[in-house]
């Protein structure tokens, strides 16, 4: 059960949403950035009331997780003097739940290129003869969909299958922790609503999700349909020998509703850029406009949260500007 639909939800959601907009009069109408603090859009309010599919430059929530293995941590972390060279193979388009199948992303040809242009933000290059790989880089993208409670295949057992696509989606917006975290509070929310009916400020689920702007904000994409990019480096030598063995993993989402993967693919990959190979404690969440011209220059982000600690926040590095923009 969606925590949403509850009744003490229900009753105060109207109230929570003005919340922001009460903040900001408060505080002269816009969000101050304590000297020291990363910037972030936290509590702002994007006022476009048209829907997306209608907007010429709408505004999207993307997100970006490198989880790290510990084979990964051992490895020098790349830079301008230790740069790491890579073979890139691409694993194709995958659809996951239900939902349409005949969602045109763009051109594997474009997605290399962002992806080239995003691993060279944090000095991943690509191998040549002069620079042999130390990394294979293979990559997929697609689309996450929600089930349709309607469908034969799910039949009676909803409930259990739509738990393991949501926790497949939060996976890829929040990391596999997040969605470990999630999966032991829907099992105690299951449990608690099989013995007695609980108010919503009780029920471990809405405990989950309301207890600060990040896991909300995580929580409310993994319920949405989504386009998604997986980056997964391996150990190049130790493929040569047969051996798999995966350094770090990053998963780049970006909320479907209303845009085409063909407007956010290439932006949300190399908006992905200073993620890549870069160990992450949680998330990051980003808010970013795309145009419909079919272009994937880029414009300002605007970052709606970071990681918490500093010291693993990746290089501020700018993202290099295509030469010539592809076109999808």
Known sequence: MDYRSLPVFRRHSAALLLLPLV?????????????G?????????????????????PLVDQTV?????????????????????????????????????????????????????????????????????????????GVHNNLDKGSDDVGGAFPDVGHKNLLGRAALVGGTKFAAELRTVLEQHDRQSEVMTVAAVLDPLYLFVERDWKTKQLYEQSLADCYYVV???????????????????????????????????PTLILNGGVYLGRDMPEAATISKRINRTGSTKLAPLEVKAYLNDRENLPEKTPVAQPKDEPKP
């Open 23 to 35: 903040w900001c009069v408060a505080h002269g109408g816009e969000a101050k950035v304590p000297a």
């Open 37 to 57: 603090k990363t910037e972030s859009s936290e509590g702002q309010l994007n006022l476009n009331f048209l829907p997306k599919a209608f907007q010429k430059n």
């Open 65 to 141: 997780v490198t989880e790290m293995t510990d084979l990964g941590r051992k490895m020098p972390l790349t830079s301008a003097d230790i740069p790491g060279y890579f073979v890139a193979q691409a694993a194709g388009y995958h659809l996951e739940g239900h939902g349409p199948a005949v969602e045109q992303p763009p051109p594997e040809t474009v997605l290399a290129n962002c992806l080239n242009q995003a691993l060279a933000i944090n000095h991943f290059l690509p191998a040549s003869p002069g620079h042999p790989p130390t990394f294979l880089i293979l990559y997929t993208w």
């Open 231 to 265: 980056a997964s480096a391996y150990d190049y030598g130790a493929g040569a020998r047969g051996e798999r063995k995966l350094l770090w993993r990053s998963k780049m989402t970006v909320d479907a509703r209303g845009v085409s993967m063909a407007d956010t693919l």
